[in-house]
């Protein structure tokens, strides 16, 4: 999110959060970085409650797409100000069918209307998320299962490319990736930006979660748009066990990137003196051991 636009885009889902029942909007203060959250609390998890939890999930995803173009209107105004805080709908929210008794599971109420599009040309697309992949990102478990177990694709990508064991490696749910992974999802499955789940669980800061996908078959080689690959990442963010575990795995120590970089050379320019021990060996046709 522009900096310029923060202050626009934040009254907006003050507005919009007041006015929901399930879910509320974030936004990061430091990296303007928007989050759609909602967590559903049930005792336990009955058959009974399965199609009220579906329920709640579609209004969910039917709420996030229908504001999601409002705020990227908001975000790519041409100055502050520029573009005017859309007015929130006063339509009552209808309430969805109440669930079983026991145990009692909230009432999923109906998607509030989307708000009215702003001054602004509305550029945002939908982001093709699906139910499975708005679980993912909470890090619900018992959740993942259940849209698993009703026939939800672990597999299938948003609009983007990305799968859910992408959006959970991103979160660094290690418990969702392993599930996802018993599951049949492909590890090895690229984004539009040629981004895997090993890829950007390293890049995001989760090198638990880049073990778990490179036992799982991920390719440390993989190159992404810049040329990187895992291993380089791993290397410079100074994550040494996981560079352990990629050379044993098969890495190629010897890569380089397109800004002439390599593993030895990002290790050393970040100080990582126990991967550089690791590193200089392989480097003059050394042992690994």
Known sequence: MPVENRKAVRKFLCDVNFKLVIGNWEMDQYDGELRFKVALAFSK????????????????????????????????????????????????????????????????????????????????????????????????????????DAGCDVNKPNNAGVTPLMAAAVRGHTHIIRLLIDRGAGVNAESSTQDTALSLAVFKRHPDSAAVLLTAGGDPNHVDKFGDTPLLDACALGFTELVRKMVEAGADTTVTNKKGETPLSRARNGNHADIVAI???????????
């Open 279 to 289: 590193l200089e060996p392989l480097s003059f046709g050394g042992l690994f051991d």
């Open 45 to 148: 998890l009955l058959p009974s409650l399965h199609d009220q939890v579906l329920q709640a999930l579609e209004v969910c995803c039917s709420t996030f797409s229908k504001l999601i173009t409002e705020i990227d209107a908001l975000a790519d105004a041409q100055a502050p100000g520029s573009a005017a805080v859309p007015a929130l709908s006063s339509t009552p929210v209808p309430s969805a069918p109440p669930a079983p008794s026991a145990p009692s599971a909230p009432s999923a109420p109906s998607a509030p209307s989307a708000p009215s599009a702003p001054s602004a040309p509305a550029s945002g697309q939908p982001t093709g998320d699906t139910p499975l992949h708005e679980a993912v990102r909470v890090g619900e478990e018992e959740t993942v299962v259940l849209l698993i």
